[in-house]
């Protein structure tokens, strides 16, 4: 007797089937309470969704199910539970573990270039450590350029895509009196913003994004090192674990 369809569905595709279902009914949800931006938002979602699938096709690789299945995750954790309900508000450290993943699957894909290159060119042979460079480097470069993405949306559009910190102490050479190069700390003791008090309020003030900013570069590079890592012993024979998020050439059925 045939197996049942479902029992043929692999793992990935099962994680891709209810993850489209879940943003479906999301998309459905948001066109019911009148919030257009956030059902656009599942509609771009599920377009991202097929991102893995047409990269594969285009330049002829295949994605190994695990780095495809934590893509789709890292969309669907980051548009629909990140931005739609609200998660980074909810939780904490949402945002870190996300730039964590991010920064992870950023350097699979800049290993992914060399190791490809390396391995379809017969006057190209890259040193193993020099791969995981380039790895942690592409995405190291991808992070800045996503916070200089977040930057721009706050400052031209009003945004608040860098999250900001209360400050509850002021460490700053400009503000020393005799002008010399030496820090002043100034413990805010008190603080008042259009007749309100923030310090009782709040506990401080706004740092406007900075401790954002390099917090999300920090845990990006725990990410990237981490990835860079993995393929670096990947590429010497000591540790196959890389195999699992690397994507390699298509090879010719006969």
Not at 73 to 99: A, P, Q, R, T, V
Not at 187 to 210: A, C, H, R, T
Request: proline letters at 2%; one cysteine or more.
């Amino acid at each position: 007797m045939e197996k049942k369809w479902y029992k043929k569905l692999s793992f990935k595709a099962c994680i891709y089937i209810f993850l489209r279902i879940f943003v479906v009914i999301c998309m459905i949800r948001q066109f019911y309470q009148g919030n257009l931006s956030n059902a656009l938002l599942c509609i771009l979602t599920l377009v991202l969704f097929s991102i893995p699938a047409f990269l594969e096709d285009k330049l002829n690789i295949e994605l190994p199910d695990a780095l495809e299945i934590i893509i789709l995750l890292f969309i669907f954790s980051s548009e629909i539970l990140g931005e739609i309900n609200e998660f980074y508000i909810h939780f904490k450290n949402w945002d870190l573990i996300l730039h964590t993943t991010n920064g992870f699957i950023m350097a699979g894909v800049g290993y992914s270039l060399v190791d490809l290159l390396n391995r379809n060119s017969s006057k190209i042979s890259l040193s193993p450590l020099y791969t995981a460079i380039v790895s942690l480097c592409f995405s190291m470069t991808i992070g800045v350029l996503w916070e200089f993405f977040e930057y721009s949306a706050d400052q031209f559009l009003g945004k608040d895509m860098q999250k900001d910190s209360i400050v509850t102490e002021i460490h700053s050479v400009t503000l020393n009196e005799k002008g010399k190069n030496e820090v002043v700390s100034i413990p805010i003791d008190s603080l008042l913003v259009n007749g309100e008090d923030w310090k009782e309020k709040y506990g401080g003030y706004l740092d406007i994004g900075l401790h954002d900013t390099m917090e999300d570069l920090f845990v990006n590079l725990i990410g990237a090192l981490s990835f860079s890592l993995f393929g670096y012993f990947y590429s010497i024979g000591k540790d196959s674990r890389a195999k699992y998020f690397i994507p390699k050439r298509k090879t010719k059925k006969s």
